[in-house]
Protein backbone atom coordinates (compact mmCIF):
# COMPACT_ATOMS: atom_id res chain seq x y z
CA UNK A 1 0.00 0.00 0.00
CA UNK A 2 2.83 2.18 1.01
CA UNK A 3 3.61 2.35 -3.00
CA UNK A 4 0.34 3.80 -4.21
CA UNK A 5 1.61 6.70 -1.39
CA UNK A 6 4.73 7.11 -2.99
CA UNK A 7 3.37 7.09 -6.68
CA UNK A 8 1.02 9.83 -5.78
CA UNK A 9 3.48 12.08 -3.99
CA UNK A 10 5.87 11.38 -6.92
CA UNK A 11 3.05 13.12 -9.57
CA UNK A 12 1.85 15.38 -7.18
CA UNK A 13 5.37 16.80 -6.89
CA UNK A 14 6.90 16.54 -10.67
CA UNK A 15 3.97 17.04 -12.08
CA UNK A 16 2.52 20.31 -14.18
CA UNK A 17 0.59 21.70 -10.97
CA UNK A 18 -2.30 22.92 -13.09
CA UNK A 19 -5.00 21.55 -10.46
CA UNK A 20 -3.04 23.65 -7.86
CA UNK A 21 -2.52 26.70 -9.49
CA UNK A 22 -6.03 27.05 -10.83
CA UNK A 23 -7.29 25.86 -6.95
CA UNK A 24 -5.01 28.68 -5.86
CA UNK A 25 -6.20 31.37 -8.15
CA UNK A 26 -10.10 30.29 -7.45
CA UNK A 27 -9.77 30.17 -4.03
CA UNK A 28 -10.93 26.24 -4.15
CA UNK A 29 -9.53 23.38 -2.67
CA UNK A 30 -6.98 21.45 -5.39
CA UNK A 31 -8.73 18.26 -5.06
CA UNK A 32 -12.02 19.69 -6.47
CA UNK A 33 -9.85 20.85 -9.87
CA UNK A 34 -8.73 17.36 -10.15
CA UNK A 35 -11.36 15.36 -9.37
CA UNK A 36 -13.23 17.69 -12.03
CA UNK A 37 -11.14 17.32 -14.34
CA UNK A 38 -11.15 13.22 -13.91
CA UNK A 39 -15.17 13.49 -14.42
CA UNK A 40 -15.01 15.68 -17.42
CA UNK A 41 -12.12 13.56 -19.32
CA UNK A 42 -14.73 10.30 -18.47
CA UNK A 43 -17.93 12.25 -19.37
CA UNK A 44 -16.70 13.43 -22.71
CA UNK A 45 -13.69 10.61 -23.90
CA UNK A 46 -11.17 12.75 -23.41
CA UNK A 47 -11.68 16.41 -23.67
CA UNK A 48 -10.84 16.83 -19.87
CA UNK A 49 -7.44 15.37 -20.19
CA UNK A 50 -6.56 17.35 -23.56
CA UNK A 51 -7.79 20.39 -22.10
CA UNK A 52 -5.60 19.90 -19.02
CA UNK A 53 -2.06 18.83 -21.35
CA UNK A 54 -3.38 22.52 -23.20
CA UNK A 55 -3.54 24.31 -19.89
CA UNK A 56 -0.33 22.78 -18.77
CA UNK A 57 1.71 23.58 -21.84
CA UNK A 58 -0.20 27.06 -21.91
CA UNK A 59 0.95 27.52 -18.03
CA UNK A 60 4.91 26.43 -18.69
CA UNK A 61 4.72 28.96 -21.97
CA UNK A 62 3.61 31.55 -19.75
CA UNK A 63 6.06 30.64 -16.88
CA UNK A 64 8.94 30.86 -19.14
CA UNK A 65 7.85 34.66 -20.69
CA UNK A 66 7.13 36.44 -17.20
CA UNK A 67 10.18 34.62 -15.39
CA UNK A 68 10.77 36.96 -12.58
CA UNK A 69 14.03 38.45 -12.60
CA UNK A 70 16.60 39.36 -9.32
CA UNK A 71 18.41 41.67 -11.58
CA UNK A 72 19.23 43.00 -15.00
CA UNK A 73 21.98 40.50 -15.34
CA UNK A 74 20.14 37.31 -14.76
CA UNK A 75 19.25 37.47 -18.92
Same mark, same amino acid.
Given at each position: ????? $???????? !??????? !???????? !???????????L?F?? +?????? +???????? +???? $? +????????????
Amino acid at each position: MRWIY $DLLYYFQK !RGFEVCR !RIAERWGI !RARVVRTTFIYLTFAT +LGFGFA +LYLFIAFW +LKIK $D +LIYAKRTSVFDL
